[in-house]
């Protein structure tokens, strides 16, 4: 059975009630809506919603299962609050490690697919360039950016590798969302470039030239958030 629910002028149409409530807070999260370390109070988002508090509870459990929220005895639930310092470099360095990788392990495979999907994602990436910094446009650029990254790894053929990556989508997702859109650190002509010499690099069948495209781009990357990052109140300095 559908069912439509009204939520801030949103219209959602979903066939579980479970999956709508995980959509909307997910959007919610993301875009800074419900911010970080903000309580989730059941009772009031079940009323905001207009559904029962166990799809919510099951939503919940489902972002915790991704990083996005957090729950504490005597607490309950919240969402999780902007990565620290620590966890920004912990990340960048699993970033690093796989995607230098897979870029070496996939850009000598013959694999159409992922060149393909590459360079979809190029073309978005470009696009979106030209539609500003609002937070819908960035988190678009982001996910576009993400498929692009995800590509490079599925290339290496590896699904222990693939899957483990693609569990860190969200959590990566939240990490960039804290750099601010309009510091252009992400979405730059720049990093666009830097894209396109992968893909250039995967095309020629290179894989060292594409282990290095990749590891120049996630060090810029890194003078970029470096720059631009909004850090947690609770990082050190």
Not at 78 to 105: G, K, Y
Not at 135 to 145: D, G, M, P, V
Not at 168 to 194: C, I, Q
Request: with cysteine.
């Amino acid at each position: 059975m559908i069912k439509k629910i009204q939520t801030d002028g949103l219209r959602l149409i979903k066939t579980s009630l479970s999956e709508l409530a995980y959509e909307e807070l997910k959007r919610q999260i993301l875009d800074r809506r419900l911010q970080p370390g903000a309580r989730l109070n059941i009772d009031s988002l079940s009323r905001e919603c207009g559904i029962s508090s166990s799809p919510l509870r099951e939503a919940l459990v489902r972002l915790g299962s991704e990083g996005l929220v957090v729950f504490a005895v005597n607490a309950g639930f919240s969402v999780a609050p902007l990565p620290d310092a620590r966890q920004m470099q912990q990340l960048l360095e699993f970033r690093l490690l796989i995607e230098a990788h897979c870029a070496r392990m996939g850009a000598g495979r013959e694999d159409p697919e992922s060149r393909v999907t590459m360079n979809k994602a190029l073309a978005s990436m470009a696009a979106l360039r030209q539609k500003g910094t609002s937070y819908k446009h960035y988190r678009a650029y982001l996910e576009t950016e993400q498929s692009f990254h995800q590509a490079i790894v599925d290339s290496a053929d590896n699904q222990v590798i693939s899957a483990s990556y693609r569990e860190l989508h969200l959590l990566l997702s939240v990490a960039r969302l804290s750099v601010v859109p309009e510091s252009n650190n992400f979405g730059s002509d720049e990093a666009v470039m830097e894209h396109r010499k992968i893909v250039s690099a995967f095309e020629e069948r290179n894989p060292e030239a594409a282990e290095e495209a990749v590891r120049s781009h996630i060090a810029a990357a890194r003078a970029r958030m470096k720059s631009g990052w909004t850090p947690a109140s609770t990082s050190p300095a």
